[in-house]
């Protein structure tokens, strides 16, 4: 039992290259997230999908996509990065409840 | 706007000494507050979650306490384990999504 897993740990990009992150869980969770945390800021939510098939904008989705591949997988795509996109990015999922299991990050750079 | 500030930033005690950790929010409509422990390096852990005024969750030295305005996580004879930071977040009546507060980095010297 893995609980949530993302790919790949760290990362480092020049202004405009493209990325995906992936996010997997083996909880049987309806509902995933994509979040970014900053210093001294509180997470912020990019995406989330409430269940296979929806997705929905969270507070901050600009520059970012995602696919939620199936009950299991749900990834982040940036098209174009740029250096305000440099960040800590955490995926994770729930029953729908608050309850969340977080993945160990993502941490990226954009030069 | 729905908002939660936790206070303060950063917390240094000695091993044993007891304290708490303040957060505090502003939400129509409470549909739940949650605790996480943050490790260096890792993705939030989950501690509790609160309902409803009056509520109290209790985990070894930790426990949570909830009121209509706030929630504490008080710790008792802490020990150098538990340094983390401490996130706290709601979740409202119409809204799905769950806001955040900045965080308690707390330090446990022994």
């Known amino acids: 039992n893995a609980g949530v897993t993302q790919t790949p740990k760290f990362q480092v990009l020049k202004t405009g290259q493209s990325m995906t992150l992936q996010c997997a869980q083996d909880m049987n969770h309806n509902s995933m997230y994509w979040y970014r945390q900053d210093p001294g800021m509180g997470l912020r939510l990019i995406y989330y999908?409430?269940?296979?098939?929806?997705?929905d904008k969270g507070e901050v989705p600009n520059g970012y996509n995602v696919s939620r591949l199936n009950k299991r997988e749900f990834s982040l795509r940036l098209e174009s990065a740029a250096p305000s996109q440099t960040s800590v990015y955490f995926c994770a999922s729930s029953d729908g409840g608050g309850r969340g299991v977080f993945g160990p990050g993502t941490r990226l750079t954009v030069l | 706007e729905d908002q939660v500030t936790q206070s303060p930033e950063a917390l240094r005690l000695q091993e044993g000494e007891s304290s708490s950790l303040n957060c505090s929010y502003t939400v129509s409509g409470l549909r739940g507050l949650f605790w996480y422990r943050q490790d260096p390096g890792k993705g939030p852990e989950f501690l509790f979650t609160?309902?409803?005024?009056?509520e109290e969750k209790e985990k070894e030295r930790l426990k949570a306490t909830l009121t209509k305005k706030e929630s504490f996580l008080h710790i008792t004879a802490p020990k150098p384990e538990d340094s983390a930071t401490y996130l706290c977040a709601v979740q409202a009546d119409s809204n799905y999504q769950l806001i955040w507060g900045a965080g308690t980095k707390l330090i446990i010297k022994p």
């Open positions: 999908s409430a269940s296979e098939g929806t997705t």
């Open positions: 609160l309902y409803s005024a009056g």
